[in-house]
Structure formats: C-alpha cells, structure tokens
DNA sequence: ATTTTAACTTGCCATTGACAAGATGTGACC
DNA sequence: GGTCACATCTTGTCAATGGCAAGTTAAAAT
C-alpha cells in the first residue's frame, strides 16, 4: 500500500527516523548523511529538512523517540533493581542507534522541549525502581546503578571489552550488576 | 621560537593532535574538520594528510595518545582501587577529548597497531590494580570497577546527570565507587 | 470551484575530505 | 661546495554534503 509516489509519502517522518536508525547501526553516527536517508527513502535530498530542519533536528527527534523506548524497556522490566539494570543493557544493544545518539549532546539539540520531556520520564522511571529498592541514600544508589549499567553498556558497544567477557551483554550485565546490591 | 615560515614547521603532528583535542573540546568530535585544524596549526588544508592520511588515521593518533595519557593517570593514582577509579573519571574531564575519541570505534581505526598496544597497557594497569585489592574473581571485579566509573564518566560528559550530582566529579565518583567495594 | 496549506522538489552555494601533482627546504654524500 | 634524495608542506581539483531559497504538487478547507 506504501505509495511510491514521489509526493505525499504518507509517513516521512517515520521513515527517516527508521533509516536513521539503520544507517546508524551499520556506520554510526559519524558518517550519518542526510542525503543518504532521503535515498533510501525515496525522496529528494531536502525532504528531510521539511519535517527536521537540520541533522541535528532529527538527530534531535530520534534520541527522544530513544528516551521513550527506553522508559517503556524498563517499565517492561518490572519492579526489580536487577531486571531493571539487565532491561538498560538489552535496550542499549538492541536500539544502538538510539542509544549512541541520546547520550551525545554534540549530536542533537538537548533542550529541545520534546527531547527534555522524554528524558525526564526515562529518568523518573529510573530512579523510582531504585528508591523502591535501597534502604540508604536512593540519590546516591541510584547514581551507581546508573552508573554501572550505562557504562558496560557504553563499553560493550564500544568493543573495547576482552572476548573473555562472553556474547551474552545481557547475562555479563546480571552478573556485575548483582555485585552493586548483593 | 615557534618557526612560524610554512615550510618544515618543525613539529606539526603535535601541534595538529594538540588542535585537535582543543577543537573537539570546544565542539565535540562531529564538528571536527581537517581543514579547521590546518588553520589552527597555520599550515595548508591538505597538511594533514601527510601526517595522518585522513581524519580516521587523525583520530587514531588521539585515540592512542589518550590510551598513554590514561595509563599514567592510573599509574599515579598509585595501589588503591578507589582512587584508580577517581583517576580514572578525573582523566575523562580532564581530557575529555580523548576520552571521547578513545570509546568510538566509528571515529577512529580500532584495529591500529599502536592503539592497540597503547589500549592493551592501560587495560594492564587497570585490571592489575583490581587483582591486588579483590578477593573474588577478579575479571568480573574489574569489569564492575570498570563500568560503573566508566558510566559515570559517560554521563558526566554528556551531561545527562541531574545538578543534585553537584560540580565536583572526582568527589562524587568517589562516593559512588566506594558503593562497589564497601 | 477556488483558495489555502502541507509536503515535497529543484537549484544553488560554501565547506569538507580525499587525492594528485608540484614546490621547498634539509641533510647526506662526494 | 655542489648535487642529490628525501621528508615535509602547498596548490589545485573533484565529488559529496548540509543548508537555504524558491518553485511545485496535491490534498483539504471554504
């Protein structure tokens, strides 16, 4: 049903922010040409800036819509600490993509309205599963919680871990984050 | 008796690697540009590429610099793990630049030879100083010390962290590191 | 049926990274 | 002292990119 038609995608919008995603995965975000999405999405070279302005604005877009993914991966997780940590690590490796760019302020626009509104739910979700869990200071364990989970996910997707670490990010995630709470 | 004549300027792949890491200071690594650094050093545009090929080859070179940087960081930092840790984020402000650079293998050549060596004495220092301190098993010791202070570092620089954290970043480090191994 | 408006396109320009070919000093060698 | 080889930088060029301005099209509103 997807029209071809030049004209009028239908749902632009959407799949600039799915080619974005792609484009992402496959060479980061570094080499991320807006040109190249409009190819791959059919349309000229400056639809994007119609519905984005600039590459920032959809870098923009795509970290909120990450921010978003994210709220509901740990919503999904329930209400254990663990599961929780565990859900950040999958979320991170599984939308990449969305996950290089949230936290890379030189890429998007971080007081865009939007953007600031998703983040704060993704944080509120956060640090309620913490609170919920410490019996000491919940600012402080949150912020190790956050800590620990955001930084082997960061190195994982790096590659700058040794292979002795597995291929399972999510149970070498368990298996660290279970020493923070024992 | 900086030679300002173009011609032999005498030590030009430092002072490109030092523009380098001012530039990304100032913008971040995607605002980055060849030719911008070739003004900064006053030297024509295709300059650089005589040192470094191209920018990946550029951003290598800073990438293995950093490596050097932070295993003398953690070298001073002397035998305790907290304070390695402290270092550790200490040395991510500090040269934030490099930092960035070190942990984003879509800027640079993660398989270079001298990075790789470079990557491999600092991960030396690091898990050495989590063997001397832990009674556990230390791989996943070193991991857990590795992320949390490598997370907090992240977020620090991306300024994700809400302003409660405060504005001095070895402090708060330590108090969430000190979480790890109570 | 006409007008308005949202959603794209075409055309353009400055900047950039990369490459090729040339210029210029520096030191080695005789 | 002269020439030669080499390391280091320059000039010139090209395709690709981001961003802007102006035009075009189709759908919706009146």
Redesign the interface.
């Known amino acids: 049903m997807t029209r071809p038609s030049a004209y009028h995608h239908g749902d632009l919008r959407r799949a600039l922010l799915d080619a974005a995603a792609e484009a992402i995965g496959e ?5 991320l040409s807006l040109r190249d999405l409009a190819r791959r999405a059919g349309v000229s070279h400056a639809a994007p800036a119609y519905h984005f302005g600039d590459k920032a604005g959809l870098l923009t877009a795509l970290a909120a819509q990450g921010f978003d993914l994210l709220t509901r991966a740990l919503r999904a997780a329930g209400d254990d600490l663990l599961e929780a940590g565990v859900a950040y690590v999958g979320f991170a490796v599984r939308h990449r993509a969305h996950f290089e760019v949230m ?5 998007h626009r ?1 007081d865009d309205p939007e953007l600031v509104a998703a ?1 704060a739910r993704a ?1 509120g979700v956060l640090r309620g599963g913490v609170a919920r869990r410490t019996d000491r200071d919940p ?3 949150a ?2 919680a ?10 994982w997707l ?5 292979p ?2 597995g291929t399972d990010p999510e149970a ?1 995630a368990r ?2 984050a279970g ?2 709470f024992p």
Chains 1, 2 share one sequence.
């Open positions: 060479s980061g975000p570094a080499a936290f890379r302020p030189d890429l971080a983040r944080g600012d402080a364990d912020l190790a956050w800590s620990i989970v955001h930084g082997f996910a960061t190195l790096s590659g700058a871990l040794p002795r670490v070498a298996a660290i020493r923070l």
